[in-house]
Each structure stands twice: as C-alpha cells, then as structure tokens.
C-alpha cells in the first residue's frame, strides 16, 4: 500500500476513532457503582489475633451487628440487644448494649449467666469502609457493667472511652 493510501485509509477511519475515543473517556469519566465513602457498623467483623512470638496459636474473634434489629453477637462471649441510637456510620461511638446471652471464657452463653440482663458497651472508632476498632467495655478483667439503661447511658458515654479501654492493644476487624 502506498503512502497516499495509507494516508487516505487513515482518514477515512478517523471518525471511527474519534467516536471510540468520545465513548472511552465518557465511561472512563463514570463510575458504574457508587462506591460508599463512609463505613458503617452493619455487617460480620473478623479479627485474627496473631501472636508476635509464635508461642499462642492464632485466635479469631467474630463480632455480628445487625443494626436493623439492633443486635449484636460476639461469638463464644454474649448475644445482646443494642438499646441506644447511635450513628452506625460515625467515625468513632458507643452501643449501650444489654446481655439476652453471656458466658464466661471458653463456656457457651447461656440466658442464665448472672451477667444476663445486665447493661454493658460496646466502643467503636476509626470506622472505614470495611474496618474498625472495636471493644467492650471492661474494669480490670471483667466487663463494665450497670443495671439499668439509664446508669449505662450516664455510664458508658463516648467521652470515656478511655476509662474502659486501652486502644494501644486494640486490633483492626475487618468485614
């Protein structure tokens, strides 16, 4: 093929390609599923504890919360019913949570633990798309608790986090 053919090939299918080039940049320029920029609570949190000296086995923990129904299950530790009404995308907050389940490490929650009944909480932070901190809240080795919604509401409030939890051992979960 000559050079004036070539040339005069090329010019025919420049309209071609221009319409090509026209559809790709305006795919390109969209975004087919919105992508959520915000976390939220909702979902099956994992974390696998991995112990940095190899002497413990790793341990994986399993948080449910179901924010619809307003439930929380922490697997092989308590099933309970989440009473306030946070913000379930917010960066950081605290479900004031009452105990239907509880047992005591490495016992099946039972309805007739003491524990059950009880109001306790439940922090969050640093909540992403598909990550977060979380943690009950305890006072030496035992969960925090209180008797009524009220206590736990005056209780167990974002400010004091810090009185229930050391977030320097906290572990990530992921979805």
């Avoid at 112990?51 to 439930?71: A, L, M, R, S």
């Avoid at 922090?123 to 901190?133: A, F």
């Avoid at 009220?150 to 050391?166: H, L, P, R, S």
Wanted: net charge negative; proline share 4%.
């Amino acid at each position: 093929m000559s050079f004036s053919n070539l040339f005069l090939q090329r010019r025919k299918d420049a309209p071609v390609f221009a319409a090509v080039f026209i559809v790709v940049l305006f795919f390109a320029g969209c975004q087919m599923e919105p992508e959520d920029s915000t976390g939220n609570l909702h979902g099956v949190w994992i974390n696998i504890y991995r112990d940095p000296g190899g002497e413990y086995p790793d341990f994986e923990t399993t948080i449910i919360i179901d924010t619809e129904n307003k439930t929380i299950e922490y697997t092989d530790s308590y099933n309970a019913i989440i009473v306030n009404s946070p913000d379930f995308s917010s960066a950081y907050g605290v479900l004031i949570i009452q105990f239907t389940k509880y047992g005591d490490w490495g016992e099946e929650p039972t309805t007739e633990h003491s524990n059950a009944g009880s109001y306790g909480a439940f922090y969050w932070r640093d909540l992403g798309i598909n990550s977060v901190r979380m943690a009950d809240a305890y006072e030496e080795w035992n969960h925090a608790l209180a008797g009524t919604p009220e206590e736990a509401q005056e209780k167990f409030t974002n400010d004091k986090a810090g009185d229930y939890i050391d977030w320097s051992i906290v572990g990530i979960y992921t979805k």
